[in-house]
């Protein structure tokens, strides 16, 4: 059974930083994609950032480009996002999510696995 679990959220002020993780387990993403989504109340799930974890190609958001980075770290099968500079509209539920290919996926559709989701709030 694949499982996975987000951890890191908490309320920050604005200008602060948090990390978040995704702890993938029941079988392994090494020809995949990984990618964090988040959905604020009242508005969409929209992609945040992704990484192929084969080579470690990554892409993001131009909303949040410069601020967050995305990493993996192989052998804990495990995948971060490093989250500096938030802003209060960076306030959200944060998903992360698993894709059996290595592309550019950005569609939450083309996702097949997905964690229960962290909440992050940034204060003004």
């Known amino acids: 059974q694949v499982q996975l679990v987000e951890s890191g959220g908490g309320l920050v002020q604005a200008g602060g930083s948090l990390t978040l993780s995704c702890a993938a387990s029941?079988?392994?993403?090494?020809?995949?994609?990984m990618g964090w989504f988040r959905q604020a109340p009242g508005k969409e799930r929209e992609f945040v950032a992704g990484i192929m974890w084969n080579n470690g190609i990554t892409y993001y958001a131009d909303s949040v480009k410069g601020r967050f980075t995305i990493s993996r770290a192989n052998a804990e099968n495990t995948v971060y996002l490093h989250m500096n500079s938030l802003k209060p509209e960076d306030t959200a539920v944060y998903y992360c999510?698993?894709?059996?290919?290595?592309?550019?996926?950005?569609?939450?559709?083309?996702?097949?696995?997905w964690g229960q989701g962290t909440q992050v709030t940034v204060s003004s």
């Open positions: 029941g079988r392994t993403f090494s020809g995949g994609t």
């Open positions: 999510a698993a894709a059996s290919v290595a592309a550019y996926i950005r569609s939450a559709g083309a996702y097949g696995y």
